[in-house]
């Protein structure tokens, strides 16, 4: 049987938050069968719970912040993807501020945080969502799509207007059953242009933000000392945001997802969609790895300590 994984034990980081700038301690725990995964404010009385879902999402400006009785907590897409990719169905996440720190602008710390302590079955089945018919949604220009497909999918279409994607053209597609999430994805970090800078900082966001954490160009280039990791690496991110905004549906979806320049915020309207939309899905279990989409066999192989 396929089933349900935790972290074998508790492991914690700190950093500052990318859009608050605020200093906050992260700590990922193990957590029982079918609890999901739980966000924890630490610092507020009586350590309010927030479940990681999409109908929980309040605001997708540059990130995606979740909420539940007046407790926040932003900027959790990378944490999120780094559970999907390494297949952590249930974890508590305990923070004590309003936002995941950013750490290098990637999800591969996370990705190190669980490995370091590796994880655990449990005795439960994973349930995933399997996609049995097409739904789109859109925003103007934007589109998100889902198809049914024997595994997971995620493509890309976008065109930025600055010499530095010149050369790493309009799309990028990630078959998670032939690429490596942890070297392929959750290396790319996130980006930004100094020209926004300014105006972002007006608004509370981006206080955080710096060469070490995030890509940065100016008009005409990449400032970063040590360039890109991938030479589509802006592409690749975009895909590690919706890997784990896609997570917020609650479990691993059997399906493809096309993003045209598609963001946080259509990333949620279409997951949400989906939910809502029971026709195009079904619930699905697998009795051994045997039957399991080639898709999702890596994460459990890639769960180990790293040392």
Same mark, same amino acid.
């Given at each position: 049987? #396929?089933?349900?994984?935790?972290?074998?034990?508790?492991?914690?980081?700190? @950093? %500052?938050?990318?859009?608050?700038?605020?200093? +906050?301690?992260?700590?990922?725990?193990?957590?029982?069968? !079918?609890?999901?995964?739980?966000?924890?404010?630490?610092?507020?009385?009586?350590?309010?719970?927030?479940?990681?879902?999409?109908?929980? %999402?309040?605001?997708?400006?540059?990130?995606?912040?979740?909420?539940?009785?007046?407790?926040?907590?932003?900027?959790?897409?990378?944490?999120?993807?780094?559970?999907?990719?390494?297949?952590?169905?249930?974890?508590?996440?305990?923070?004590?501020? *309003?936002?995941?720190?950013?750490?290098?602008?990637?999800?591969? *710390?996370?990705?190190?945080?669980?490995?370091?302590?590796?994880?655990?079955?449990?005795?439960?089945?994973?349930? =995933?969502?399997?996609? /049995?018919?097409? /739904?789109?949604?859109?925003?103007?220009?934007?589109?998100?799509?889902?198809?049914?497909?024997?595994?997971?999918?995620?493509?890309?279409?976008?065109?930025?207007?600055?010499?530095?994607?010149?050369?790493?053209?309009?799309? #990028?597609? +990630?078959?998670?059953?032939?690429?490596?999430?942890?070297?392929?994805?959750?290396?790319?970090?996130?980006?930004?242009?100094?020209?926004?800078?300014?105006?972002?900082?007006?608004?509370?966001?981006?206080?955080?933000?710096?060469?070490?954490?995030?890509?940065?160009? !100016?008009?005409?280039?990449?400032?970063?000392?040590? @360039?890109?990791?991938?030479?589509?690496?802006?592409?690749?991110?975009?895909?590690?945001?919706? %890997?784990?905004?896609?997570?917020?549906?609650?479990?691993?979806?059997?399906?493809?997802?096309?993003?045209?320049?598609?963001?946080?915020?259509?990333?949620?309207?279409?997951?949400?969609?989906?939910?809502?939309?029971?026709?195009? $899905?079904? $619930?699905?279990?697998?009795? @051994?790895?045997?039957?399991?989409?080639?898709?999702?066999?890596? *994460?459990?192989?890639?769960?180990? *300590?790293? =040392?």
């Amino acid at each position: 049987m #396929v089933k349900q994984r935790t972290l074998k034990n508790s492991v914690q980081t700190t @950093g %500052v938050g990318l859009h608050t700038g605020v200093k +906050v301690t992260l700590q990922l725990r193990p957590a029982p069968v !079918d609890t999901g995964i739980v966000f924890v404010r630490s610092d507020l009385p009586g350590a309010p719970t927030i479940p990681a879902l999409a109908h929980y %999402v309040t605001d997708t400006r540059l990130s995606t912040l979740i909420e539940h009785q007046g407790a926040k907590v932003s900027t959790i897409e990378h944490l999120m993807s780094a559970f999907s990719g390494l297949g952590v169905d249930n974890a508590f996440v305990d923070i004590s501020g *309003p936002e995941v720190p950013i750490l290098d602008g990637s999800a591969t *710390p996370f990705v190190y945080l669980m490995q370091s302590v590796g994880l655990v079955e449990q005795p439960a089945l994973k349930r =995933f969502i399997r996609l /049995l018919a097409p /739904l789109e949604v859109s925003q103007g220009e934007k589109r998100a799509r889902f198809d049914p497909f024997p595994g997971f999918r995620v493509t890309y279409e976008g065109r930025f207007e600055h010499p530095a994607f010149d050369k790493m053209g309009s799309a #990028v597609t +990630v078959d998670f059953a032939t690429t490596s999430f942890t070297r392929e994805v959750a290396r790319a970090r996130t980006f930004g242009f100094t020209q926004d800078v300014e105006r972002l900082r007006a608004q509370g966001l981006a206080l955080g933000g710096s060469l070490e954490n995030a890509i940065v160009m !100016d008009e005409f280039r990449v400032l970063n000392s040590d @360039g890109l990791r991938f030479a589509d690496e802006f592409l690749r991110h975009k895909i590690l945001d919706a %890997v784990g905004d896609l997570y917020l549906l609650g479990h691993p979806l059997v399906g493809s997802f096309l993003g045209h320049q598609s963001g946080h915020a259509l990333n949620n309207v279409a997951a949400r969609t989906l939910l809502e939309t029971p026709a195009v $899905w079904t $619930w699905e279990t697998f009795e @051994g790895p045997a039957s399991l989409p080639t898709t999702f066999i890596e *994460p459990l192989a890639q769960a180990q *300590p790293a =040392f």
